[in-house]
């Protein structure tokens, strides 16, 4: 059964709702994708007002009859009552509760056959929100499908700033760096555009708003405050700590300060090697930022896509038995006084962690459930300490 929980003023793509690994999470972002993915293939857009109004009928409809949770507080709509109801619907809301997503937020609902009204009631906010996203986003794509992180810049400039509380000590570094979040996260670390579906459908600039909201009315943050002025301002002031020469740029000496110093040599060599970088293979702000969301999102595909091939030494695509003990080699540094350490055994406590017999591949690397523990096992002291000593 779903939990209470309060309403943000902004839509939410309905699986923040639920706890991370939901098996029927990716189902839903599945039928979303479909949904949005739909609307740019027939390159038309809803008429939003009478798409609003259809929907206010809807929930309307939905509110007049339904179920309450056993806590009381939670109203539950029956698949009878909810396919009674879109029968009499107009196109518009049946196209959005397709069967699969229908079917979707039952199960997520777990709840005898119903479906917790919250869920309805955010899905449809969030269909109606990235289509008027979408309409704002077209002066600033290349093309109806695919914007670039120059026109995603701009977009954020002028839509998004003027909404904080206060202005950002320069824009352009808070636009890219949002931007570069967003193209890290959508695995498009290294490509000038990305498409504007997935884009919308991956709710960044939901949260994005989420946010601004937040900071500019004294309100509870989000779970994921990575776009408040304050985690820009605490990153910016990161990368300039760490820039002793004061010229905009790090070098691999100065990044190895990175969090007190407690990311190994290796790992922090592979970080420019697999960078774009710049005047004398220095890392600039927005590769920084890439790091900084590969720590902080450990988690997500694009961290361990990122992880991997930095780990991947010899760049043949599978980690082997060679690279994972280079790895345990640098782990040692972290404690280069303790008698007890064995390189032999890291290296195959590592191996374990991922299963791994000769080699890994990627695709074998982002099903590992062990892989966010393994990238900060060999990368970092922190969490190299936090595993040895998980059964303290």
Same mark, same amino acid.
């Given at each position: 059964?779903?939990?209470?929980?309060?309403?943000?003023?902004?839509?939410?793509?309905?699986t923040?709702?639920?706890?991370?690994?939901?098996?029927?999470?990716?189902?839903?972002? @599945?039928?979303?994708?479909?949904?949005?993915?739909?609307?740019f293939?027939?390159?038309?857009?809803?008429?939003?007002?009478?798409?609003?109004?259809?929907?206010?009928?809807?929930?309307?409809?939905?509110?007049?009859?339904?179920?309450?949770?056993?806590?009381? @507080?939670?109203?539950?709509?029956?698949?009878?009552?909810?396919?009674? /109801?879109?029968?009499?619907?107009?196109?518009?809301?049946?196209?959005?509760?397709?069967?699969?997503?229908?079917?979707?937020?039952?199960?997520?609902?777990?709840?005898?056959?119903?479906?917790?009204?919250?869920?309805?009631?955010?899905?449809?906010q969030?269909?109606?929100?990235?289509?008027?996203?979408? /309409?704002?986003?077209?002066?600033?794509c290349?093309?109806?499908?695919?914007?670039?992180?120059?026109?995603?810049?701009?977009?954020?400039?002028?839509h998004?700033?003027?909404?904080?509380?206060?202005?950002?000590?320069?824009?352009?570094?808070?636009?890219?760096?949002?931007?570069?979040? /967003?193209?890290?996260?959508?695995?498009?670390?290294?490509?000038?555009?990305?498409?504007?579906?997935?884009?919308?459908?991956?709710?960044?600039?939901?949260?994005?708003?989420?946010?601004?909201?937040?900071?500019?009315?004294?309100?509870?943050?989000?779970?994921?405050?990575?776009?408040?002025?304050?985690?820009?301002?605490?990153?910016?002031?990161?990368?300039?700590?760490?820039?002793?020469?004061?010229?905009?740029?790090?070098?691999?000496?100065?990044?190895?300060?990175?969090?007190?110093?407690?990311?190994?040599?290796?790992?922090? @060599?592979?970080?420019?090697?697999?960078?774009?970088?710049?005047?004398?293979?220095?890392?600039?702000?927005?590769?920084?930022?890439?790091?900084?969301?590969?720590?902080?999102?450990?988690?997500?595909?694009?961290?361990?896509?990122?992880?991997?091939?930095?780990?991947?030494?010899?760049?043949?695509? =599978?980690?082997?038995?060679?690279? /994972?003990?280079? !790895?345990?080699?640098?782990v040692?540094?972290?404690?280069?006084?303790?008698?007890?350490?064995? =390189?032999?055994?890291?290296?195959?406590? !590592?191996?374990?962690?991922?299963?791994a017999?000769?080699?890994?591949?990627?695709?074998?690397?982002?099903?590992? @459930?062990?892989?966010?523990?393994?990238?900060?096992?060999?990368?970092?002291?922190?969490?190299?300490?936090?595993?040895?000593?998980?059964?303290?």
């Open positions: 059964m779903t939990t209470e929980s309060s309403q943000s003023n902004i839509p939410q793509i309905p923040s709702m639920f706890p991370r690994r939901h098996e029927n999470a990716s189902d839903l972002e @599945k039928c979303f994708n479909e949904r949005v993915l739909k609307i293939a027939e390159n038309k857009i809803d008429d939003l007002t009478q798409f609003r109004k259809d929907i206010d009928i809807f929930l309307i409809a939905l509110k007049t009859e339904f179920l309450w949770g056993l806590n009381g @507080k939670t109203k539950y709509v029956t698949l009878t009552r909810l396919f009674k /109801i879109l029968k009499t619907s107009p196109p518009t809301i049946r196209e959005t509760f397709s069967q699969n997503i229908v079917f979707t937020l039952v199960k997520i609902t777990n709840f005898n056959l119903a479906i917790d009204i919250v869920l309805i009631e955010a899905l449809v969030t269909v109606i929100h990235a289509e008027d996203t979408y /309409i704002k986003l077209v002066p600033f290349e093309n109806s499908r695919e914007i670039s992180a120059c026109g995603l810049q701009d977009f954020v400039t002028q998004y700033i003027p909404q904080m509380a206060e202005m950002p000590e320069r824009t352009d570094y808070y636009a890219a760096y949002a931007v570069e979040i /967003i193209f890290f996260l959508l695995e498009a670390r290294r490509r000038e555009v990305i498409f504007v579906k997935d884009l919308l459908s991956s709710a960044l600039l939901l949260n994005m708003e989420a946010c601004i909201k937040a900071e500019k009315n004294g309100l509870e943050l989000p779970e994921n405050d990575i776009f408040t002025l304050s985690a820009f301002r605490s990153t910016l002031h990161e990368f300039r700590s760490l820039d002793a020469d004061r010229n905009g740029v790090l070098t691999e000496d100065e990044l190895l300060d990175f969090r007190n110093g407690g990311f190994n040599g290796i790992f922090i @060599k592979r970080v420019f090697e697999i960078s774009l970088t710049y005047e004398g293979a220095c890392l600039d702000f927005k590769g920084f930022v890439d790091l900084v969301c590969a720590v902080r999102f450990r988690h997500t595909r694009a961290s361990a896509k990122y992880h991997f091939e930095a780990l991947d030494l010899k760049e043949d695509g =599978v980690l082997d038995e060679d690279e /994972i003990r280079t !790895m345990a080699t640098a040692r540094n972290y404690n280069p006084d303790d008698p007890q350490f064995n =390189v032999d055994c890291v290296t195959a406590e !590592m191996q374990d962690m991922l299963r017999k000769k080699t890994i591949s990627l695709s074998e690397f982002l099903d590992s @459930k062990m892989g966010p523990v393994f990238t900060g096992y060999v990368s970092n002291f922190a969490d190299f300490i936090k595993y040895e000593r998980r059964e303290q």
